[in-house]
């Protein structure tokens, strides 16, 4: 794995696309693996309509997507693959590479080696080279990947989002547990997030996080407005026209981004539906820490 860009914390892996290797980034909170516009380009892949769409978190969308003749990422290779348009704008690599090339598998993902490795779902259970501190359930919905995650006594359904900087807490989650709102004292203003002009939220500091027993002291979580479904396509299905395209598109109460994340060495056992976790102490920073939730 390597820095995507400076200071973002976000890690990416390299991919050949018929026989020309880039870098995507490591996505566990995307559904699809999605090649950007600038790799479409480059490589002439040939684009065609899609009865289905994928969305970002600002709500942009993208219903077109490309053909590779050949993807390859480590030893999995996939003919005549169809990859979905990635829907940002002009970013410095290639796309994002998400669960459906994961989940196939179990991943061990290192961020302090800056190693990514990948194993059969029938092999012996658990990560079989490191020890780690503590196991949590982990369970696939919707291609998310959600455990159970605390903070200052308000438990949620988070899911874990290596595609992220920061940690993120949907705005009507806030007001609701914590009466936050954007005009609040507690509420400083944060512009571009994730490198995004267009997305913007709140920094608030709360006091402890918790998740399968680790504790994060003081995590600075960014407080954002549902602008996925606010922005997101609101046309009419053509099957029943009473029914939007983005009805059932809402962001995650809580999503774990790369400012926590990237202190953690995660063993996700797909097979298991279990994630195995340790601290990263090969990373600079305060890394979470064994604790009472």
């Known amino acids: 794995m390597h820095s995507a860009e400076p200071d973002s914390n976000i890690r990416t892996v390299p991919i050949t696309l ?20 600038e790799t479409i380009e480059e490589l002439q892949l040939p684009l065609y309509d ?10 942009r969308g993208s219903r077109r997507f490309a053909v590779v003749d050949e993807f390859t990422f480590g030893h999995l290779n996939r003919k005549a693959a169809a990859l979905m348009v990635w829907p940002e704008p ?7 590479l998400a669960q459906d090339m994961l989940q ?19 092999h012996c259970p658990g990560p079989q080279d490191w020890t780690p501190t503590v196991r949590t359930t982990m369970q696939k919905k919707r291609w998310n990947l959600h455990i159970p995650v605390t903070l200052d006594g308000h438990t949620y359904d988070a899911i874990i989002d290596t595609g992220s900087r920061h940690t993120i ?15 609040s004292p507690s509420m400083t203003p944060y512009r571009a997030i994730n490198g995004d002009a267009f997305l913007t939220g709140y920094l608030h500091n709360f006091s402890k996080m918790s998740f399968g027993g680790m504790t994060v002291d003081n995590p600075e979580v960014i407080v954002v407005p549902d602008i996925m479904s606010r922005n997101a396509d609101k046309s009419p299905m053509a099957r029943n026209r ?11 109460e809580l999503s774990l981004g790369m400012d926590v994340l990237k202190h953690l060495h995660l063993f996700m056992a797909f097979g298991e539906q279990a994630l195995y976790i340790a601290p990263d102490i090969a990373v600079p920073g305060a890394p979470p820490h064994l604790g009472k939730p």
């Open 169 to 183: 807490m949907r705005l009507p989650a806030a007001r609701r547990d914590f009466d936050l709102h954007p005009d």
């Open 50 to 59: 899609s009865g289905t769409a994928v969305y970002a978190i600002n709500g």
């Open 104 to 122: 196939p598998y179990d991943v061990d993902v290192d961020f302090g080696a800056g190693l990514l490795r990948m194993y059969a779902k029938d």
């Open 90 to 96: 002009r970013r410095p690599y290639a796309g994002e």
């Open 18 to 37: 018929n026989g020309t290797t880039r870098h995507m980034i490591l996505d566990t909170g995307g559904a699809i693996t999605q090649p950007s516009h």
């Open 242 to 252: 009473t029914y939007n395209h983005n009805a059932d598109l809402i962001l995650p």
